[in-house]
């Protein structure tokens, strides 16, 4: 199937099988691999990207249910040489061991802040559960999203690194 879609602000088009998944796409036909798997079926959380500015599994959406959405992976929201800067608040906090999950708590944490600039009233550690960290590194994550929410009260600036 032809398939389009906006990823990190440029077109892309791909003929895939009706089953191929998201997180597939990503990883194999486009070699963006900040998108982690690990579970394939929905638990973990690793595969996280953002579709039409919300938080999305991409093990389990298939790459053919994308036509037309604008698709952000953490290699939009920032660059090595000009990291986002929640990417940047993460560096700061140390808020990551092996990585792994890295790349899913900054997408879910930029969607959180984007809805929930102050984080008031929010349960960190209950809207964070859903992507899990194998390292358990979840305090200095926690740390690293609550300081950022202080420091930017606007809540948090677009993707870095769209093109
Ligand atoms: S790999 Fe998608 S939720 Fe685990
Ligand atoms: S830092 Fe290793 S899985 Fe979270």
Known sequence: MLVGFKL???????DVEPRTTLA???????????????????????????????????????????????VVT??????EDNLHPLQQAFHDHYALQC?????????SAYELLSTHPSLEGVD???EMSGIICRCTGYSSILAAIKDFAEAHP??????ANLS
């Open 8 to 14: 990190n602000g440029r077109k892309v088009e791909l």
């Open 24 to 70: 597939d796409s990503l990883r194999g036909d486009l070699g963006l691999t900040g998108t982690h798997i690990g579970c394939e079926h929905g638990v973990c959380g690793m595969c996280t990207v953002l579709v039409n500015g919300t938080t999305a599994r991409s093990c389990l959406l298939f790459t053919c249910q994308l036509e037309g959405a604008e």
């Open 74 to 79: 953490i290699e939009g929201m920032g660059r």
């Open 99 to 107: 990585g792994f999950c890295t790349p899913a708590f900054v997408l």
């Open 124 to 126: 960190l550690p209950a």
């Open 154 to 159: 606007e809540g948090p600036p677009p993707p």
